[in-house]
């Protein structure tokens, strides 16, 4: 298992200059939540900021593969296309890893990682304290007929606070092209898992929680 070491410097990085091997293909909404029921529930801050970070790595240009990124952002080996992120509202990696439905021994290996170092999972989303989230569960499905053939994907989003108030989130995705519409599929026809994890310092979740009016503590 790969993971980065600890960000250093006082000043926070620029969000224009980005360390990055990003794909153009970088998926189009980090942020969305899925609940039981089907029922799309999304925080507008939230997607407005990791919107922004995808288009940011999808802009920027290629470059060798970041170092220096926070302890909690968990890279396997054999990950392909890794790309970052750092920003002083958070630190994202992205990257796609060849792993069966549902990616049991990835999810495994985050889990004892950071939880070994005192972060807990959250049973709900962060920003939306109604909301189950895949540690609750699991994988959920919807629909992107965005795509172009419309796909199906199946997610896993879930969040772990660290001991300070941090954030981190990670959202697994198999994004399968779909045949037939009307009938959700068991599992992903593809093995190609990709995968966005996010740190957040803990002053930016005690903003955007209170923008939100969920400030409640955990």
Known sequence: MRV?????????????????????????????????????????????????IVLSMSCSNRQPESTGLPPELVIPPGALQVSSLVDSRATTVHFRLVSAFPATDY?????????????????EDWLNPNVSSSHVQGWTYFLDKTATPP???????????????????????????????????????TDQLDV???????????????????????
């Open 196 to 218: 966005m994890a996010t740190s957040v310092p803990a002053w930016i979740v005690k903003k955007m929680q209170a923008r939100a009016g969920n400030g409640t503590k955990r």
């Open 151 to 189: 796909s199906g994907v199946h997610q896993w989003l879930a969040d772990w606070q660290s001991p300070s108030g941090g954030i981190v989130s990670y959202r697994l995705r198999y994004v399968s092209p779909l045949r037939d519409e009307l009938h959700e599929p068991t599992k992903p026809t």
């Open 4 to 52: 980065a070491s600890a960000v250093t410097g006082a000043t926070p990085p620029n969000m224009r200059v980005q360390r990055t091997r990003s794909s153009p293909s970088a998926l189009r909404s980090p942020l969305t939540r899925q609940p039981l029921g089907g029922v799309e529930v999304r925080s507008a801050q939230r997607v407005a900021m990791l919107s922004l």
């Open 107 to 123: 999810l495994a290996s985050v889990s004892k990682h950071l939880e070994g170092r005192g972060w807990k999972p959250l049973p």
